[in-house]
């Protein structure tokens, strides 16, 4: 896990914007950070560099500095910074051995360097099995490469400006390598977070700035200068046993030259995570849970009892119930305007699970890939409907009714009301003006038809990369944590896709994992009423954090160059103090956009 960035640029680079980036990705990789630069002929430069490859370490495996990054293969004509880790890779390397390269260090850094050179980018994303972004400077063919893993659990955004390229984990990253001329707010990014909660790929909330989608690369020309995409894996099915492949998957993220533990609540997901530790004997790792004294979502005992069973050392973590000292600190980690109420604790239990592992197991991917979200099977029930739909127009108001929004949009683009932020008749409100677009959701990878299976694909794509995945980043790598998802494995995942629509798709969900369960806790956990990872949102909103009420509308005009309107701001705000319990997300969708921009603008 680290924090990469760099540019290829036209003129020699200000010294000095090096270490902006490398001070952004520096909470990404508390362990060490190092720079590479090149001239405009690609030799190397102690100088203003033309070109440059910049890294922040959090160290797993082989942690010694001969491991640190950037890293270069022998004749130092080819470069590597890489975010993530690489599973099973040994499997291969006897192959890049026998070839005649040599490792001088146990990194899957230097695999992916020697995979490269050996086989090109295309075999070598094809072998990789795991988590990662990476950039990889050819010399040799004055080619980079940047690249984001299949499921999208590693960040990369960059920004393509004339003849020049900059890359790096965060927005804020890149951000600084763009003149001020074209810091230019995207308007399609600002209205996507208001519907979507967060910004689907390939936007950010930067016009010039793009998140690149998981499952592609890019190629850069650093001669021609040309930018071209690639998409190099889609999901599709494959036979054999999900169990064998699941337990392959949990076993092998167990690999860690650093204190290891695992994020256990008291649902389905993390706890087949746990089973299966249990039934390779691998419970010497410690289990971590958040804990909200007092509320009805409180999971904390029921994971204990969990935790107690398998025989897993159990540790709970209690939530303040206070966040306004934090507000600041959270939104900056989340990068851009980024707003699930969840990702609060989960920063909480981060930084605290953080003082005691370096690595956590998560149980994140399991309700995109068994139909576990309650609005899948509540949107499944207006499927009759199909493309048929009302000629209604978007009307602005102040609490939009999602009814109306629901009969004018086909029913594959109604899916995203089951799930969003402002009804597109409140971003209407919010903005005054009309809309342009209802959803910005990139279209999935699978061919889609009108079922469940469409509905899933669309998260896949979006929700799953850009909302559950990126959370899981940004807030365990704000405190130099690394997150690993057995359940996103592409092999258990190609598995998954291959099994029959009746043991896939079940009611209650997921019934098939019943076989992944310990014996000894039952099937119980089975039919429990799925809990979310839900905070005391209410406490929050009106307590500690209504200070920040008084102005925002005047503030979110001046910070989203208008695009945002001062008094309609302000009429929501009062719209939710004086009652209006059931927008309390909204509420805090605009606090994080206010403490967003506010942050962005000053970088």
């Known amino acids: 896990m680290c924090g990469i960035g760099g540019f290829f640029a036209q003129q020699a680079v200000a010294p000095q914007l090096a270490r902006a980036i490398q001070a952004a990705l520096r909470p990404r990789g508390p362990d060490a950070e190092h720079a590479v630069g090149w001239d405009g002929a690609l030799a190397p430069t102690p100088g203003a560099w ?15 500095p001969l491991a640190d990054q950037p890293m270069s293969n022998e004749r130092g004509d080819v470069w590597i910074v890489y975010n993530g880790e690489v599973y099973d890779w040994e499997r291969h390397a006897g192959e890049l051995r026998a070839a005649g390269h040599q490792f001088r260090t146990r990194a899957d850094t230097e695999f992916i360097l020697h995979g490269y050179e050996a086989w090109g980018i295309e075999k070598l994303l094809a072998n990789l099995r795991g988590m990662f972004a990476f950039a990889i400077v050819d010399l040799r063919r004055g080619t980079a490469y940047l690249a984001r893993d299949r499921m999208g659990e590693k960040p990369l955004v960059y920004s393509h400006l004339g003849d020049e390229l900059a890359f790096g984990s965060l927005v804020r990253a890149v951000l600084p390598y763009l003149p001020a001329a074209k810091r230019e707010l995207s308007a399609q990014g600002i209205d996507a977070y208001l519907a979507h909660r967060y910004i689907p ?43 064998e492949a699941l337990d392959e998957s949990v076993r092998m993220r167990t690999v860690s030259d650093r204190p290891l533990g695992l994020f256990l609540s008291s649902g389905v997901d993390s706890t087949v995570i746990a089973s299966r530790l249990a039934a390779q004997k691998l419970t010497q790792y410690r289990s971590y849970t958040a804990a909200f004294p007092g509320s009805t979502m409180d999971e904390s005992e029921l994971a204990a009892q969990t935790a107690s069973t398998l025989g897993l050392p159990h540790t709970k973590i209690i939530v303040p119930q206070r966040v306004e000292d934090d507000f600041t600190r959270i939104v900056a980690a989340l990068d851009e305007p980024f707003a699930d109420p969840s990702s609060v604790p989960t920063w909480y239990l981060a930084r605290e699970v953080s003082k005691e592992v370096k690595v956590v197991l998560a149980g994140d991917g399991g309700d995109e890939l068994f139909a576990g979200y309650k609005r899948v099977a509540q949107h499944m029930r207006s499927r009759w409907r199909r493309h048929w739909r009302l000629p209604l127009a978007v009307r602005p108001a102040l609490d939009g009714r999602k009814l109306a929004a629901e009969l004018a949009l086909d029913w594959r683009s109604a ?15 919010l903005q005054a003006r009309e809309l342009t677009a209802f959803t910005y959701w990139r279209e999935p990878d699978q061919p889609l038809d009108q079922g469940r299976d469409a509905l899933l694909a669309i998260d896949f794509a979006n929700y799953l990369p850009e909302y559950i995945l990126r959370k899981s980043d940004l807030c365990t790598m704000a405190h130099g944590l690394e997150a690993r998802a057995p359940l996103l494995d592409h092999r258990f995942v190609e598995r998954v896709l291959a099994l029959p629509p009746g ?13 992944a369960l310990d014996p000894r806790l039952g099937q119980q956990i089975l039919q429990r009423k799925k809990r979310g990872f839900n905070p005391p949102l209410r406490d929050w909103l009106r307590a500690g954090l209504a200070a920040r009420y008084p102005g925002l509308g005047a503030r979110l005009a001046r910070t989203s160059a208008g695009q945002l309107d001062a008094r309609a701001v302000d009429r929501f705000a009062r719209h939710y103090l004086e009652g ?21 603008t000053a970088l």
């Not at 033309?50 to 010694?64: C, F, G, M, Y």
């Not at 010039?208 to 592609?216: A, P, S, T, Y």
């Open 580 to 600: 209006a319990e059931h927008a309390a997300e909204q509420a805090l969708q605009l606090l994080i956009l206010d403490e967003s921009l506010a942050q962005l």
């Open 50 to 64: 033309h070109n440059a490859l910049i890294h922040a370490r959090l160290s797993i495996i082989d942690p010694r």
């Open 503 to 515: 043991e896939r798709y079940t009611q209650p969900p997921k019934q098939v994992l019943g076989t």
């Open 415 to 429: 899916y995203s009301l089951r799930f969003s932020g402002f009804a597109p008749a409140q971003r209407a409100f």
């Open 201 to 243: 790929a390939p936007r950010t909330a930067y016009r010039h700035i793009q998140r690149l989608e998981n499952g592609h690369y890019l190629e850069f020309d650093l001669r021609t200068r040309r930018l071209t995409k690639h998409r190099y894996w889609r999901p599709e099915p494959a036979a054999g046993s999900w169990l």
